[in-house]
T-cell receptor, first 113, second 115 residues
Framework: AQSVTQPDIHITVSEGASLELRCNYSYGATPYLFWYVQSPGQGLQLLLKYFSGDTLVQGIKGFEAEFKRSQSSFNLRKPSVHWSDAAEYFC???????????FGGGTRVLVKP | KAGVTQTPRYLIKTRGQQVTLSCSPISGHRSVSWYQQTPGQGLQFLFEYFSETQRNKGNFPGRFSGRQFSNSRSEMNVSTLELGDSALYLCASQWSVGTGRETQYFGPGTRLLVL
């Protein structure tokens, strides 16, 4: 079955420190991959997406993600976290020629002052 | 351009009742998808509508249904509500040629509480 896994449920990081959120997928063929962020009481906002090509993808708000086919991973990173980055982050995947997003369980990020 | 809007934002119902949620997509978007978000099950795909036709369906019981109108607005209905239907229901719209490459834009959600 197709699945997306985010191993870390919670991550606490100090403001100004770097952040890395892990995402692994299990699909027959490489899916299209996305990272979304959800702030409390809000819907989901797209941070970045990967279809093919360059394995390092730049997104909004200073985020980037690296696709590694050999590890079936699509990890999200930010060099220096701001207090406003406290939110829940979701990795998602969709098959080519499909519109059904499959989400990971999410990682809640807490930012310490 | 206005984003995806969902109404109502909050809803309280009792078991056995039915509920209808509404979603207005971004202007020009023709596809609307619905997702259920719960603490236990996370984000799960309910169904997708395109040009007034259901194009994809998730693994939910028949109590969950939807429809799309000619202006692309969509409604979802849940009949015979159960306590486990308490959730945040998210709607997402996209232009949609069905390639999977398009960004789905999410609304703020409708939070449903079933008592």
């Amino acid at each position: 079955a197709q699945s997306v896994t985010q191993p870390d449920i919670h991550i606490t990081v100090s403001e100004g420190a770097s952040l890395e959120l892990r995402c692994n997928y299990s699909y027959g063929a490489t899916p299209y991959l996305f990272w979304y962020v959800q702030s409390p009481g809000q819907g989901l906002q797209l941070l970045l997406k990967y279809f093919s090509g360059d394995t390092l993808v730049q997104g909004i708000k200073g985020f980037e993600a690296e696709f590694k086919r050999s590890q079936s991973s699509f990890n999200l990173r930010k060099p220096s976290v701001h207090w406003s980055d406290a939110a829940e982050y979701f990795c998602a995947a969709v098959k080519a020629a499909g519109n059904k997003l499959t989400f990971g369980g999410g990682t809640r990020v807490l930012v310490k002052p | 351009k206005a984003g995806v809007t969902q109404t109502p934002r909050y809803l309280i119902k009792t078991r056995g009742q039915q509920v209808t949620l509404s979603c207005s997509p971004i202007s020009g978007h023709r596809s609307v998808s619905w997702y259920q978000q719960t603490p236990g099950q996370g984000l799960q795909f309910l169904f997708e509508y395109f040009s007034e036709t259901q194009r994809n369906k998730g693994n939910f019981p028949g109590r969950f249904s939807g429809r799309q109108f000619s202006n692309s607005r969509s409604e979802m209905n849940v009949s015979t509500l159960e306590l486990g239907d308490s959730a945040l229901y998210l709607c997402a719209s996209q232009w949609s040629v069905g390639t999977g490459r398009e960004t789905q834009y999410f609304g703020p959600g409708t939070r449903l509480l079933v008592l």
